[in-house]
């Protein structure tokens, strides 16, 4: 605080100083961090709105406001650009789906019933967890060229088989974390639709569901995030680039030539985040919520 | 969100006689007309499936494939039908996916890892045995002209040929010709049309004249005697190959040379100076690929790097991501300061961006000549980030902690939060500083809370694999190494490199035999880093 002028007063300048050592310090990392974090955010959106195409030319930040990249993204016939979201979209909300109800189900189960095997059941959910599907891709990739032989509908460059390699993950990484809500419910919900005649499919489907909504969100929003960002399975399942995700799609395009494609990249990039970002921010509070829990048992 | 929480409905709570029953008895209930057509018909779809694919695996005679498909029908159908048995109503679509796309996949993955599976050797000998005569086929100089219809059924072709004596066979790829006397004939006796198959005309002819071309059908069942194959797809002609199968010796035989290729137990019919036949096919090795993983010198020494980097890239990243989000969360875990709903939402950015994408767009920014960080940051230096080994290795670690710091600052903030303000209050009263507070109270209290999240964490990063592929596709490659191994390789993308890789041709059976690697590692840390995490709560 040397540069102070000598003619602030001395109460004053100890409050600045005060304040720099209360607060005014956690900006500065503030700052620095903010930086950090959006740069190369910033960068690729710039990089989006800039009409010369190439990586040098889009080193100077917003020099420019143009949408062609936007436009020329949808007329690509090589890279069907809107083909790959629309899968995106597709496979991701179907798997979502797919994985909240087999989880809910099976959470369920596990909350409200008492069944030998319980125990060892929810034991080995833990476990399955602790091994990503995509250690055995081989595996897959060779069960599929066979489920293809029997079912060509189901086998390699299928979405439908894609998606039923997701749900094979369902279980394994969600469950557990619906069966801390759902244990949270009281089972005195269920007693009493019971005794009033409700079936066990009325109960689950009417009163539960509704009762455990902001889990099956969190859930059906990581599932969704999971599956837009995965890339080993659909990319060796997936070979037609009018099947193709956008993680598959985008990755063929960018890596053959990276500094000619750029600006095109970027504004593909920037179409893909704006959903799953703006999901991200409308649901943090529950996402946060959802990742601790684990942990605070 | 929700059309009522758990906190308001409270009034159906107090029913003593709902609860005093005895968990575990289920009446079923009367269901309704409705719930019984939804679950009728459910049921009928999923068999009609299931039907389909037995009587499909009873044609292709797959006995062990039917018995399984067989058994989890009627076990499908037990479970739905009779009354009762609710867990296994919840329990089964969950279970019956896992069962296929995770549990089999993991138990597959081990089979496949002690077979020599992959390029070349992809299918039985047979098979083999077949496609070598095939590819070895060549046009018989005299072979009599056949005339020619193509027929198409279901999508596949065959072909209608007559003989120069006027006789009419029909037959396709992998179905030997067969007579077929009720083919209708033109007028000058060529075999024109054939009941149940549609002719093809000239257009679509052209069309899949490729495919055509490719088709060779076998004159009889032994594949010694040739195969008919069209030029032009009016006439047909034999061809014969050179090379021939002499069941009796278990060799291949070269007619022209008298060469004798031997299954000497490799996979593969070989010559005695060791020249393989391609294509081989798929035997059981034992446990080969784990011996040449750790045995073959090419493979050793870059293996054995990349589980070290493996577990380096893991480690540093936790701690890293750690360090970095512990820092901020108590940095910004202050009341008095301002603006810090700004900030969070700000630090949530890189982890809700797509993460693929964040590989993709660092691989721009660190990009040697033309990237923002050379040109702008370090003013037209040619930094070689991602090209140097060992710059490549930073620059992937920088990109993580880019990536998964917001992840450690939620968390962390949220253990912070939660821990009592009694305590450290308590602290003070007794005179403690500000950094003893946080390192015997709050430090200790937090990790209890977060080790498991730690370890789910290394856990995640040992098989991160989209960071690595995409941003440096775990290059830059190390060249002396036999097998496509990199500076910034994990094990999970050696795996999918050795596997589908397009340089070094695809290996499966070593791939796996990788991935069997991954998991034994990851079981092991995990179980202690369970164990120990149960140690510290103990201490709570």
């Known amino acids: 605080m040397a540069t102070l002028p000598a003619s602030v007063p001395v109460r004053r300048r100890r409050s600045a100083a005060r304040w720099f050592a209360d607060t005014g310090w956690r900006h500065l990392v503030g700052i620095a961090v903010v930086i950090f974090a959006t740069f190369p955010l910033l960068y690729v959106l710039s990089a989006s709105l800039n009409p010369t195409g190439t990586l040098v030319g889009s080193n100077v930040l917003f020099r420019s406001l143009d949408i062609s990249n936007y436009i020329e993204l949808f007329n690509r016939p090589q890279q069907p650009y809107a083909a790959w979201f629309a899968n995106t979209l597709v496979i991701g909300l179907i798997a979502a789906a797919g994985t909240v109800f087999l989880g809910a189900l099976a959470a369920y189960a596990f909350s409200r019933m008492r069944f030998t095997g319980r125990r060892v059941g929810l034991l080995s959910l833990l476990l399955v967890q602790m091994f990503p599907q995509l250690l055995g891709v081989v595996a897959i990739f060779l069960l599929l060229s066979g489920i293809g032989d029997i079912f060509p509908a189901l086998g390699l460059g299928s979405q439908l088989g894609l998606i039923m390699v997701y749900l094979g993950g369902a279980l394994g990484v969600n469950t557990y974390l619906m069966y801390g809500f759902f244990n949270t419910v009281p089972a005195s919900i269920d007693e009493a639709a019971k005794l009033d005649g409700a079936s066990h499919a009325q109960i689950f489907f009417g009163i539960i569901l509704r009762l455990v909504a902001p889990i099956l969100a969190v859930v059906g929003l990581l599932s969704f995030v999971g599956t837009t960002n995965e890339f080993v399975i659909a990319s060796i399942v997936l070979s037609d680039p009018q099947t193709q995700t956008l993680a598959v799609g985008l990755y063929q395009f960018v890596s053959q030539e990276t500094s000619k494609n750029w600006t095109l990249f970027s504004a593909g990039a920037v179409l893909a985040a704006i959903p799953v970002m703006a999901l991200f921010l409308f649901l943090q509070r529950y996402i946060v919520s959802g990742l601790t829990a684990g942990s605070v048992k | ?540």
């Open chain 2, 1 to 540: 969100m929700t059309t009522s929480t758990p906190g308001t409905t409270p009034p159906l709570a107090p029913r003593p006689a709902a609860t005093a029953k005895p968990r575990g008895v289920h009446h079923p209930g009367t269901p309704s007309v409705r719930s019984m057509l939804i679950k009728i018909s459910l049921l009928a779809i999923v068999d009609s499936l299931a039907v389909f694919a037995l009587f499909t695996l009873l044609l292709k005679e797959s006995w062990v494939v039917f018995g399984i498909a067989l058994a989890v029908t009627l076990a499908i159908n037990y479970i739905y039908l009779k009354p009762g048995l609710l867990p296994a109503k919840y329990l089964a679509p969950g279970i019956f996916f896992l069962a296929i796309f995770q549990i089999f996949v993991v138990v597959y993955s081990g089979y496949i890892a002690f077979t020599n599976y992959g390029d070349g050797h992809n299918g039985s000998k047979e098979d083999a045995i077949e496609s070598i005569i095939a590819n070895a086929r060549t046009r018989v100089p005299d072979s009599p002209t056949y005339r020619l219809t193509v027929l198409e059924q279901f999508g596949t072709f065959s072909f209608l040929v007559t003989t120069p004596e006027g006789e009419v066979f029909v037959g396709g790829e992998d179905r030997p010709l067969d007579e077929a006397p009720s083919a209708r004939l033109d007028s000058t006796g060529k075999a024109i049309e054939l009941d149940g198959y549609t002719t093809l005309d000239f257009g679509s002819l052209i069309q899949n004249q490729s495919v055509i071309a490719d088709l060779s059908v076998p004159l009889t069942d032994d594949p010694n005697d040739g195969a008919l194959r069209t030029p032009d797809g009016s006439s047909a002609y034999l061809y014969t190959s050179a090379l021939e199968y002499d069941a009796e010796a278990d060799a291949i035989v070269d007619t022209a040379t008298g060469e004798r290729f031997l299954d000497r137990g490799d996979g593969a019919f070989a010559n005695e100076a060791g020249r393989e036949l391609s294509p081989g096919w798929k035997i059981d090795v034992g446990f080969d690929n784990f011996a040449r993983a750790f045995t073959e010198e090419s493979i050793r020494g870059p293996l054995l790097g990349v589980i070290a980097w493996t577990f380096a890239f893991a480690l540093l990243s936790v701690g890293m991501t750690f360090a970095l989000g512990l820092f901020l969360a108590i940095v910004f875990n202050e009341a008095r300061m301002r603006g810090r709903k700004f900030y969070r939402i700000v630090l949530i950015l890189p982890y809700a961006f797509p993460s693929f994408l964040s590989g993709l767009v660092w691989l721009g920014l660190l990009n040697q000549d033309f990237g923002f960080v050379n040109q702008v940051v370090f003013g037209g230096a040619a930094i070689p980030w991602l090209t140097d080994p060992w710059l490549a290795k930073a620059s992937v670690l920088i990109v993580n902690l880019w990536l998964g710091f917001p992840y450690m600052f939620l968390i962390c903030t949220g253990a912070l939060q939660s821990i009592p303000d009694e305590l450290t209050e308590a602290a003070r009263v007794d005179g403690a500083r500000p950094w003893a507070i946080f390192r015997l109270i709050k430090f200790p209290l937090l990790l209890v809370s977060v080790a498991p999240l730690l370890i789910s964490s290394f856990a995640f990063n040992f098989n991160n694999f989209n960071v690595i592929y995409m941003l440096t596709g775990g290059g830059p490659r190390n060249v002396s190494a036999g097998v496509d191994a990199g500076a910034t390789d994990l094990l999970i993308t050696l795996v999918y490199k050795v596997a589908f890789g397009s340089g070094t041709g695809r290996d499966y059976g070593l791939a796996s035999a990788f991935a069997i690697l991954i998991f034994i590692i990851v079981a092991v840390v995990s179980i202690i880093g369970f164990r120990r995490t149960r140690a510290l709560e103990d201490l709570n």
